[in-house]
């Protein structure tokens, strides 16, 4: 007599071709793809064992820093031919294969829905297999008095299937050994020293005409000239990306020049490889898959220790009203930021008031940007009735720093560079140059 469960496991292993295929197509067409797809899948989710090879290849060229196309592919691909012949070889030679690929993929922005159908069906055939597991510890003894015993082994088999791709064993670490790394490896990595360390988010807000794209303009050179852009002092020059989303090149630069001019006047030349600018009055949309691989692709291009962008508002040609909407724009940041790059995001201030009926210094939007950086800062005209004429404006922090800076409390324009630290307390160092 055929046991009923015995015909459950008699269809075939769910699985789809087709998003495999999508899958890997949208890795080869697209940077910002591929890093979704790395991230959300491992060799064994795919059903066809040659796109387990594949997908390990395309990765591995990822972790070595090299692209991921099908020239740059195809020695890699020869190189693992004894794995791929043993997976049942490809169906044409590799470079077509490799093009039926990126034409199986309808559109690379897709590629998180393709993984999540390839990583929901690999998940399913683990459980089936623990299933038949569990199933045949209940028939291969007679003697059911260990009845615990035979639990735990199918508490086992389920843990498998949760914890597949999941990495090797444990990582959290005990306090001893948490804390036993060598207190170098914790040394700060400052882009500018006491302001902006590697790997750091600054959104600067401002109301309008408040001059916080000329600051960033001019954090920017000097950062790139290894001038310290509060103190004066110098520093290690960085290398800059600043990527201008809303004024168009003619405008930046008659007021880029100056800067760099004044730079060159005190000694410190800015050389060509530490700025790079790019003006898109146009916008962009980091949503998109075409616009985001852009941005990646310049920044693999750069490495920037610094990264300048903005507004907010030209990095999508919608509202970014609420936090699903903020969360494509959010993602392609952090992409930055895994880079290595500072990221200093420009935005606009909000039109709420605060308390004294004040402008509220907060970004527009998503309370998703509130948490996001680890420093929010907005320019604010200072509460003096000749602040605006003299163009004194506070330094307001909307958000609290997670971790101590040297950021100044105001700025007020004027003399060497458009602006200049200054301090509420006489006996404070601000301004002095």
Same mark, same amino acid.
């Given at each position: 007599m055929t046991d009923a469960y015995d015909d459950d496991f008699t269809a075939p292993e769910p699985h789809d071709l087709a998003a495999e295929r999508a899958a890997l197509g949208a890795m080869l067409l697209s940077e910002a793809a591929a890093e979704i797809c790395r991230q959300a899948l491992v060799p064994a989710d795919f059903y066809q064992g040659v796109h387990q090879v594949i997908f390990e290849t395309i990765t591995g060229a990822m972790r070595?820093?090299?692209?991921?196309?099908?020239?740059?592919? %195809?020695?890699? +691909?020869? #190189?693992? %031919?004894d794995? +791929?012949? #043993?997976?049942?070889?490809l169906p044409a030679d590799q470079t077509d294969y490799l093009h039926t690929l990126m034409r199986a993929c309808p559109l690379p922005a897709n590629a998180r829905s393709y993984a999540r159908t390839v990583r929901g069906h690999a998940v399913t055939r683990r459980l089936r297999e623990g299933a038949r597991r569990i199933l045949q510890l209940t028939r291969e003894g007679e003697d059911l008095d260990d009845a615990h015993g035979l639990t735990e082994r199918a508490i086992r088999e389920l843990e498998a299937v949760r914890d597949a791709g999941a990495g090797d064993g444990i990582t959290?670490?005990?306090?001893?050994?948490?804390?036993g790394e060598d207190e170098d490896a914790d040394a700060y990595d400052w882009v500018i020293r006491g302001v902006l360390e590697r790997a750091d988010r600054l959104i600067l807000t401002g109301q309008e005409g408040a001059g916080k794209t000329m600051l960033l303009r001019q954090m920017a050179v000097m950062a790139a000239a290894g001038i310290h852009p509060f103190t004066y002092e110098p520093v290690k020059p960085c290398r800059v990306l600043f990527l201008d989303c809303e004024n168009t090149p003619r405008h930046t630069r008659r007021k880029m020049r100056p800067l760099v001019t004044q730079a060159r006047l005190q000694g410190h030349e800015v050389d060509d490889a530490n700025l790079w600018i790019e003006c898109r009055p146009q916008g962009m949309d980091l949503a998109l898959d075409k616009d985001l691989s852009w941005l990646l692709r310049q920044a693999a291009a750069v490495m920037p220790?610094?990264?300048f962008l903005g507004p907010l508002y030209r990095l999508a040609p919608r509202a970014l009203q609420t936090d699903d909407e903020a969360a494509p724009i959010i993602?392609?940041?952090?992409?930055?930021?895994?880079?290595?790059?500072?990221v200093v995001l420009e935005a606009h201030a909000g039109h709420a008031t605060g308390p004294g009926g004040r402008r509220d210094p907060r970004p527009r939007g998503?309370?998703?940007?509130?948490?996001?950086?680890?420093?929010g800062y907005g320019l604010r005209w200072s509460d003096d009735e000749t602040a605006k004429a003299e163009r004194t404006v506070d330094m307001?922090?909307?958000?609290?720093?997670?971790?101590?800076?040297?950021?100044?409390?105001?700025?007020?324009a004027g003399g060497t560079w458009p602006w200049r630290p200054v301090s509420r307390s006489p006996s404070a160092?601000?301004?002095a140059a």
């Open positions: 070595a820093g090299l692209p991921a196309d099908p020239v740059d592919l %195809r020695p890699r +691909l020869f #190189a693992v %031919r794995k +791929l012949l #043993a997976a049942g070889g959290v670490q005990t306090v001893t050994e948490f804390l220790d610094i990264t993602a392609a940041l952090n992409l930055l930021r895994a880079r290595g790059s500072a998503s309370s998703a940007f509130l948490g996001w950086p680890e420093f307001v922090a909307w958000r609290g720093d997670r971790d101590e800076r040297e950021w100044p409390e105001m700025l007020t160092a601000w301004g």
